[in-house]
């Protein structure tokens, strides 16, 4: 392992760390600061570490196709389970809160800084076959079930694939915020059918 992949992972188990003990308010403002650092002590340039407008049209397509995803979600019965989740501030959260403490760091960390170390060594392969694994592994958690790592584990792989075919970050970035963001709404449009769906009965007894 170089020098420069074990104090990235290093920074990296800090981030988590915090991420899990430090206050919440203070995360949105980690994950750009973090991210800056990955980026500085990675050795990489831009190009290296995905730090491109390159691959935008992917990252696009793959989010409207994950919108349309959620839109007929929300109207399949047996799907509203999945968003059976509640947000005190539902905009903040899809537009602040998930893109700056999650998306952009763990974007930057592991299809940028990351992938672009171990594609500098070993090849794109390599790079999203580790990266994907890593990226599983990072959302094993206390609570949480074993499950969890194997599906962030395979989109690792399309996120991997993503940074690849787009030649960059901001597709993975895209898709990313698209797939944890658009979630939010999708959760308080049926929590919000749910209700009036309560209340219609109630009435009707």
Do not use: C, N
Not at 7 to 20: F, K, N
Not at 130 to 144: E, K, N, Y
Not at 156 to 184: E, Q, S, Y
């Amino acid at each position: 392992m170089s020098s420069a992949l074990l104090v990235l992972l290093l920074i990296m188990g800090a981030v988590r760390v915090w991420t899990r003990l430090g206050p919440g308010w203070a995360q949105p403002i980690t994950g750009p600061l973090a991210a800056a650092l990955l980026i500085a002590v990675s050795g990489l340039t831009s190009g290296q570490a995905g730090l491109t407008t390159a691959g935008f049209r992917y990252g696009l397509g793959a989010a409207l196709l994950i919108a349309a995803g959620y839109a007929v979600a929300v109207r399949l019965p047996a799907a509203r389970r999945l968003f059976r989740r509640s947000y005190d501030r539902p905009w903040y959260t899809a537009l602040v809160a998930i893109p700056l403490a999650t998306v952009i760091f763990e974007e930057v960390a592991f299809r940028g800084v990351l992938w672009g170390l171990i594609d500098r060594d070993h090849g794109p392969v390599w790079a999203t076959g580790v990266t994907a694994v890593l990226f599983g592994l990072w959302h094993l958690g206390p609570g949480r079930p074993w499950t969890d790592a194997v599906v962030t584990g395979v989109a690792g792989v399309v996120l991997g694939a993503l940074r690849f075919f787009g030649g960059g970050v901001l597709a993975p970035i895209l898709v990313h915020w698209a797939a944890d963001a658009l979630g939010v709404p999708a959760a308080v449009r049926v929590s919000k059918t749910v209700e009036q769906w309560g209340g219609t009965q109630s009435g009707a007894g």
